[in-house]
């Protein structure tokens, strides 16, 4: 059964970093799409990046000047460096992974993590 698990949320002040990691286990992670997602108090889980097998990035949104995803198959770990924080960027961070990209929307990705929270103070 496969499994993700994310690391590297907390508190960080506005301007700063933070790196996320997400640690896979159980599925052929090198051949998968990973997405990271966050959620915000009172908001719908939104996808935040997607990166595709070979490291290619497929999506960003609107954080794409400031956060960037990445991975290494080696490590079957992908990760989300945020930068210039801002304390709108609260939120708890999600990663997912799936064998394909379809679509945004949460429920076309195979496997979850449980979540890292992500606290940004002005």
């Known amino acids: 059964q496969g499994q993700l698990v994310e690391s590297g949320g907390g508190l960080a002040q506005a301007g700063g970093s933070l790196r996320l990691s997400c640690a896979a286990s159980g599925m052929p992670f090198s051949r998968y799409f990973v997405a990271w997602f966050h959620q915000a108090p009172g908001y719908e889980r939104e996808l935040v990046a997607v990166?595709?097998?070979?490291?290619?990035?497929v999506y960003t949104g609107s954080v794409k000047d400031r956060f960037t995803i990445s991975r290494d198959n080696a490590k079957n770990t992908a990760y989300l460096q945020m930068s210039s924080l801002k304390p709108d960027d609260t939120a708890v961070y999600y990663c997912?992974?799936?064998?394909?990209?379809?679509?945004?929307?949460?429920?076309?990705?195979?496997?979850w993590g449980q979540g890292t929270q992500v606290t940004v103070s002005s």
């Open positions: 997912a992974a799936s064998p394909h990209y379809e679509s945004h929307l949460e429920s076309s990705w195979k496997y």
């Open positions: 990166i595709a097998s070979d490291g290619s990035i």
